[in-house]
């Protein structure tokens, strides 16, 4: 829907917000100025979006923006990835336990450091 940019009030919104917001000034029986109060938009972007849309610029563009939904994401494939990632999962496990492990570690430094520190 929409992203803020910075801590200006700045807002980018997605083609397909564009498409449905424009989508649905045409559908209503509703002043657009109606519609971009609701909506919390300022009445000049509404009107803009819609001469854009008129000209066609709300063409979908490629994005190198990768997408995380379950759906788009397929099982492994062979029994070779499948037991590749079994590995993968079991090493990743293997790992953290040893990070956990030098955590403890060092904080048990820190401490035998402090108590000397205090004596």
């Given at each position: 829907?929409?992203?803020?940019?910075?801590e200006e009030r700045v807002?980018?919104?997605t083609v397909?917000?564009?498409v449905k917001?424009?989508?649905l000034t045409e559908q209503l029986d509703v002043k657009a100025i109606d519609i971009a109060e609701v909506l919390g938009l300022h009445p000049m972007m509404?009107?803009?979006w819609r001469q854009e849309y008129r000209e066609g610029k709300f063409l979908t563009q490629p994005t190198r923006r990768i997408s995380m939904n379950k759906e788009t994401r397929s099982p492994p494939a062979t029994d070779k990835?499948?037991?590749e990632l079994k590995r993968l999962r079991r090493k990743v496990a293997e790992l953290k336990k040893e990070n956990d492990f030098l955590k403890k570690w060092d904080r048990y430094l820190k401490d035998q450091n402090q108590r000397d520190s205090d004596s």
């Open positions: 829907m929409a992203k803020i940019l910075s807002i980018e919104y397909e917000f564009k917001v424009v989508e509404l009107y803009r990835e499948k037991s």
